[in-house]
């Protein structure tokens, strides 16, 4: 069976659960083959622009996987956020790198403020999405093109899946793993991690 490459950007200040929680969805999960034989449907590596390691939110530091220049081609990418997304969106490097792999990866999700990062590298105009409550109305005010919508766990727009802030990431990756491989795939992720899902549509 092909494993599907999941890519998570990682930026000085993000949010540790923004991609730590879809981290976990997806490495954890199986799934079963045509013979019943068990298999990790996901394959999850990290990114950094440069390759470097990163100090996180409140000081934990990750070393990624790779750099843009170095990274394979993805499946689906998780754009995380936190404080670091401020002046990523001003970082020419990483919103061409983001606009770029759009065009090449099926599906390509954010958590909270991982969206200004969506929405700088054009991905959203006429499109709806949400973020972190707490930057709501700053969405609107910067991207008034955004449809933005509050009150939401995740918003789907089929390629581009948006969360809100922080554990939000974790239910849209469950989203995902519902929307690839089923419900049953996603109701037994959830079990492991003793994780309460709402599969139902929004």
Known sequence: MKRLKVGILLFDDVEVLDFAGPFEVFAVT????ADGELY???????????????????????????????????????????????????????????ATCSGEVQWMTSVCTGAFLLAEAGLLKGKRATTHWASIERMRDTYPTVLVEKDVKFVDEDRIVTSAGISAGINMAFHMVNRLLGKEVAKETARRMEYDIDLDPQ
């Not at 199986?30 to 083959?33: C, H, L, P, S």
């Not at 996901?42 to 470097?52: A, C, P, R, S, Y």
């Not at 996180?56 to 990624?64: D, E, I, Y």
């Open 30 to 33: 199986t799934a079963k083959k």
């Open 40 to 98: 990790s449907p996901f394959e999850v590596t990290t990114i950094t622009e440069d390759g470097q390691m990163i100090t996180a939110r409140n000081g934990l530091k990750v070393q990624p996987d790779y750099s843009f220049e170095s990274a394979p081609a993805y499946d689906l990418l998780v754009i995380p956020g936190g404080m670091g997304t401020r002046e990523l969106v001003n970082n020419r490097v990483v919103i061409d790198w983001i």
